[in-house]
């Protein structure tokens, strides 16, 4: 083999090796950030793990429930099949109340209880987000005060 031949390849395996840890280093960020939906049914049935994941569906009635440091709310979100406990500490959306929807980002605790770091309501009665909807197509029901808008 040359010397110039040699080299290329040299800068070749280099190069491959470069673009090889751009790939994982990149790959890895971007599975840390990847969150995904599920509805009460669906993480009764496939507990997620560790992730941080999304819950989605309705305020249940009579759930809300606010202990007495004034940031911690606790309450049930439900799918019309199955029910998920929610804790949450910290200033609520101005629309969240009960028998609306609601989407909950956090973690699922060990005993059951949702542990949420951030509470997303909708903004009127005609918008639900399209994956809540989904879940509560998929439970057999919908919403009887909303229309729902893809």
């Known amino acids: 083999m040359t010397p110039k031949k040699k080299r290329r390849l040299i800068v ?4 491959m090796l470069g673009l090889g840890t751009a ?9 840390d950030n990847l969150v995904f939906f599920y509805s009460p049914s669906d993480l009764k049935e496939h507990p997620p793990g560790a992730r941080g994941i999304r819950v989605g569906g309705l305020v ?7 202990p007495s440091d004034g940031l911690t709310v606790q309450f049930t979100v439900t799918d019309l099949q199955t029910s998920v406990p929610v804790r949450y500490t910290g200033l609520l959306p101005d629309l969240f109340r009960e ?7 956090g973690r ?11 509470v997303l309501a ?7 987000p399209p994956t809540v909807a989904d879940a509560l197509k998929r439970a057999g029901q919908q919403h009887a005060t909303s229309t729902l808008v893809r």
């Open 60 to 66: 249940a009635l009579g759930s809300v429930q606010r």
């Open 12 to 15: 070749l395996v280099l190069v």
């Open 122 to 128: 909708k903004h009127d009665e005609k918008y639900m």
């Open 99 to 105: 028998g609306q929807g609601v989407v909950a980002e």
């Open 108 to 118: 699922l605790r060990p005993d059951g209880v949702f542990e949420a770091r951030e």
């Open 23 to 31: 790939t994982a280093l990149v790959l890895t960020a971007f599975q």
